[in-house]
């Protein structure tokens, strides 16, 4: 059955685990740029929010790509970038509207890749914050108000 990552910010405490987890998983190195995982801090009101791929429907980024660098993995349903084939551009960057692609240091579009169906991001997400979740009914409503929250938060 495929899976989604589903995030629930109420429980995220900020800590960064997920974002050093899936840095050293990609670039074994411990790095806040080079993490296909952002948190969003809020810390005046005590809230966090991570910012991931969440796979939309739409793909945008994969239309706008002039070299054909976001690719659809059949294995694991999702899109993904090839890096070797990435130009840095950044025109994935600004057509998501989730906020949920990032260019790394070398000018590379990092997008969340699900670690190959083993997210690094939800072993290290001890508060739970984070799962990797078969699609159902629940789930993907869980999915639409995340990308609901997505878009508010970035107002």
Not at 125 to 150: G, H, M, Q, T, W
């Amino acid at each position: 059955m495929k899976k989604i990552l589903v995030y629930n910010k109420d429980r995220c405490t900020g800590c960064e685990s997920c974002v050093l987890a899936c840095s050293f998983a990609h670039r074994e190195k411990f790095s806040l740029t080079y993490s296909r995982i952002k948190i969003k801090k809020d810390e005046i009101h005590n809230e966090y929010t991570p910012s991931f791929c969440l796979q939309c429907a739409e793909h945008p980024c994969q239309d706008v790509c002039p070299v054909d660098a976001i690719y659809f993995d059949n294995l694991l349903s999702i899109l993904v970038v090839n890096e070797e084939k990435c130009i840095g551009c950044g025109a994935c960057v600004e057509t998501c509207p989730y906020n949920s692609i990032f260019m790394s240091p070398n000018k590379k579009a990092l997008k969340c890749d699900l670690c190959g169906g083993e997210p690094e991001c939800v072993k290290v997400c001890y508060p739970k914050a984070i799962e990797f979740v078969d699609i159902n009914k629940e789930n993907l409503i869980k999915s639409l108000e995340n990308k609901i929250e997505r878009i508010e938060v970035d107002r």
